[in-house]
């Protein structure tokens, strides 16, 4: 609380020096040509500075600029470029109209920046994904993170598997997600990147290593922030898919507008299924002609999957008492029969697990809270989080889909269990936006995430009932400064986290740790950083980040699943010293050539790092554990070409070097494995893709794109490359996926079709624990948009 006390204070006496401050005003209209057509991705610029964006497909823009005189220069392609004054003190609209040009520009003056651009081009190290352009084919939002520049994204099998994300070699837990903002975690355990609405998606934001203090995470290894579209206007947003191994798809985004009070409403839906009876190759089955076991090719009998996602948000924007008011009411189910354990050997027949998980929220934001120049952000979100596990079946089966009846359960390998989860979810989110100047601000964030964990069996009469609670409390405050025309960009912040635990489970204890963890603690952990940004000469800059992080252990980590994964409440936080150093520019070597190029070098120096051990019974179970060290670094790049909109090339490379630093083990002995590299992780891997789009082919007013990907992951080991020989060890083999899509559009985008052939060289792929995932596998999407 002394903590908090000093960081309030010190805030309340910064708020003077900036009582002069000016806020940006925001400069909108349209763009148009001289028949009154509106122009799509013409460019808007403020002159001498890296300010600007582009008009949407209506020709819209929206730009925010300090209040004063400005000169603007808008351009698009094939027009005369424009150039006019303006001296802005107010929120002023202005419409541009352009002029074809009869011959061929010899220059370009000025290049906007998307939103999208202007994040990556930050002080952090940061992928920022556009959603736009690609949303008529996007499957799911996993597909196209793991194509992106130091992210791998490992699934467990097919459509709704498990899935384990890393970040420049730090995953799984380690990597937090928000959705505005807002953790992920808000919406139900079983909401994630594979079965989120694309259709409600602007763009997505991946920090790496260093996390803005304004998220308020512990996150260790970096964060996902997925970005809403928040266009204020009508529209209903309606697409189906169709795909292999009984695949269904189907998402609904609207919004409306009540002109006459400003009432927003805004209704959303999500549905998928899956069968997921894809082949597995090379499994082992007993053949009973020939008395032994062979490998052969049998389909997933047991893999069914289901979720439901629906959303209301109601309310209020730009009103004097608000900027956005809004309140919201979810609810998500997700039904998920499973076929293995961790491993493929380990085969299941009837064992499932369901979730299903009721939200409410509201949250406000107010710009001139109280005083000028000073904006509030506040949430408030209560979740009703429920999963059950049903463990029930005394079998043993086979890929053949035969059983023989057993002593022991399929999951556990204990009783039967139906074993129920009820994790109460409380998040209170605050953030102080203050604008000292034009060149001076700062931000104070608080995050409240309070947990429960009460877990009952119906039939296990053995199992005692528990009810754990785990709250943390993040507190940060940053500093942020501009200088030289926005080419210079600094960010300082602290990080301060308070740990609450109430552990009362104390079943299995020399598994689980329970004997040795039990009843209340509070600690307190500090984190702080700073993220630098420098515009050398274009198209040259420079960034520098660095991080001291902290990562409380995850409810999934300490506690377990209540399926696979056993709970280890002795865990430790996990702490980092993270490092990112990286060149980037765009490049325009001629008129309607664009080239963006980025290279960075990261280090992580990891102390208690977090890690999933696999059973060596082989059931099909695993446990976190921490590693006393690990020291993670690496290089990686990333190019990209764009002409005209119409031909886009990019290509990406990753190299991570993880390392045991644990010398000794607990006995005082030398561990064999000091130094060797991580076990079953991919550390050497990259894509490629190129797209191609034809306009107005067949009708007006349309677009046809063609697209083709390529990713490649080098091999693997499954363990330690110190235990046992090299020539009998297990290995993940190396990957080759390539994937090619079509897209047809018109009228504007209201109608589009499209159809995505995936692993279309239908090889065997690997990812967790070398589980199988689907061959090769088509998908067809139709999509309606209306505005």
Excluded at 62 to 67: E, G, I, M, T
Excluded at 170 to 199: C, E, H, Q
Excluded at 375 to 395: E, F, G, K, P
Aim: proline share 3%; aromatic share 12%; net charge positive.
């Amino acid at each position: 609380m002394r903590f908090i006390t000093g960081l309030l204070f010190t805030f309340i006496c910064l708020l003077p020096a900036g009582s002069m401050a000016q806020n940006k005003v925001t400069l909108s209209g349209k763009v148009i040509d001289q028949h009154g057509t509106p122009i799509a991705q013409a460019t808007i610029a403020v002159e001498n500075t890296t300010s600007g964006t582009y008009t949407d497909d209506r020709g819209k823009y929206s730009l925010q600029v300090a209040p004063g005189k400005h000169t603007f220069v808008v351009s698009f392609l094939g027009y005369q470029t424009v150039k006019q004054s303006l001296d802005i003190r107010q929120d002023k609209k202005q419409n541009f109209t352009l002029q074809e040009s009869a011959v061929t520009l010899s220059s370009v003056e000025v290049y906007g920046k998307t939103q999208t651009q202007k994040v990556k081009e930050g002080a952090f190290a940061v992928n920022a994904l556009d959603i736009k352009p690609i949303v008529n084919s996007l499957n799911n939002l996993n597909d196209l993170v793991n194509r992106t520049t130091g992210i791998k994204v490992r699934e467990e099998g097919g459509v709704g598997s498990d899935f384990n994300l890393s970040i420049n070699g730090m995953s799984g837990n380690s990597i937090r997600y928000f959705l505005d903002g807002i953790p992920l975690d808000t919406k139900g355990s079983g909401v994630s990147l594979a079965n989120l609405p694309v259709n409600i998606i602007d763009r997505i934001e991946i920090y790496k290593g260093v996390v803005p203090a304004s998220l308020g995470t512990d996150a260790l290894g970096g964060a996902i922030n997925i970005i809403t579209k928040q266009e204020k206007k009508n529209y209903l947003d309606v697409s189906y898919g169709i795909g292999s191994f009984h695949t269904h798809k189907a998402d609904l985004n609207a919004q409306f507008v009540e002109p006459r009070t400003g009432l927003i409403i805004k209704p959303t839906f999500g549905v998928n299924y899956s069968k997921n009876d894809y082949m597995m190759r090379d499994v082992e089955v007993w053949d009973e002609d020939s008395r032994k076991y062979i490998l052969t090719d049998r389909r997933r009998f047991h893999d069914n999957y289901f979720s439901l996602f629906g959303q209301m948000e109601i309310g209020f924007s730009n009103k004097s008492w608000a900027d956005a008011f809004f309140v919201s009411a979810s609810y998500s189910k997700v039904d998920k029969e499973l076929q293995t354990g961790s491993v493929q050997s380990k085969v299941y027949g009837m064992a499932e697990r369901n979730t299903d998980a009721w939200n409410v929220s509201a949250r406000y934001k107010k710009d001139d809270f109280i005083i000028k120049s000073l904006q509030l952000n506040a949430l408030i979100s209560h979740t009703w989080d429920h999963s059950l596990t049903v463990d029930t079946a005394y079998r043993q089966y086979d890929w053949n889909g035969d059983y023989i009846n057993s002593s022991r359960s399929e999951i556990m390998g204990r009783e039967r269990l139906m074993r129920h989860y009820k994790r109460p979810l409380t998040i209170v989110r605050t953030n102080l936006g203050y604008r000292l100047n034009n060149h001076h601000s700062l931000n104070l964030n608080y995050l409240l995430n309070r947990m429960g964990n009460n877990r009952y069996d119906e039939i296990d009469t053995d199992f005692e009932p528990t009810n754990d609670i785990l709250s943390k409390h993040v507190l940060g405050l940053s500093y942020n400064q501009s200088f030289f025309n926005e080419r210079m960009e600094n960010v300082f912040f602290i990080k301060n986290y308070i740990n609450h635990l109430n552990i009362r489970q104390n079943d299995l204890p020399s598994i689980t740790g329970s004997d040795t963890v039990k009843g209340s603690q509070t600690k307190n952990y500090w984190g702080y950083g700073i993220g630098s940004r420098f515009s050398i000469q274009s198209p040259f800059s420079i960034k520098f980040s660095y991080e001291h992080s902290v990562r409380l252990p995850f409810a999934r980590e300490l506690l377990g699943n209540g399926t696979t994964i056993y709970a280890n409440v002795a865990l430790k936080p996990e702490s980092s010293d993270n490092v990112n150093l990286g060149v980037f520019g765009t490049w325009h070597p001629a008129d309607g050539h664009t080239i963006y190029y980025e290279a960075n070098g990261f280090i992580r120096n990891v102390d208690d790092y977090i890690q999933a051990v696999v059973s060596q019974k082989e059931d099909g179970t695993m446990q976190y554990d921490n590693v006393p060290a690990v020291h993670i670094k690496g290089v990686e790049g990333e190019i990209q070409y764009n002409w005209q909109n119409k031909l886009q090339l990019s290509g990406n490379i990753s190299y991570q070097d993880a390392r045991d630093q644990k010398k000794y083990k607990t006995d005082g002995k030398p561990s064999a494995t000091y130094n060797n590299r991580l076990p079953n992780r991919p550390w050497f891997f990259g894509s490629a893709e190129v797209n191609y789009t034809f306009q107005n082919l067949v009708v007006p007013q349309s677009k046809f794109r063609v697209g083709c990907s390529y990713q490649w992951v080098h091999w693997f080991y499954l363990s330690w490359e110190a235990y046992g020989a090299i020539e009998s060890k297990a290995r993940i083999p190396a990957q080759h996926i390539c994937n090619a899509t079509l897209t047809y559009s018109w009228k504007q985008d209201k109608y589009n079709v499209s159809v995505e052939c995936t692993n279309f060289l239908n090889k065997t792929v690997y990812d967790n624990y070398k589980l199988q995932k689907p061959g090769r596998a088509l998908f067809a999407k139709f999509r309606l948009f209306i505005h």
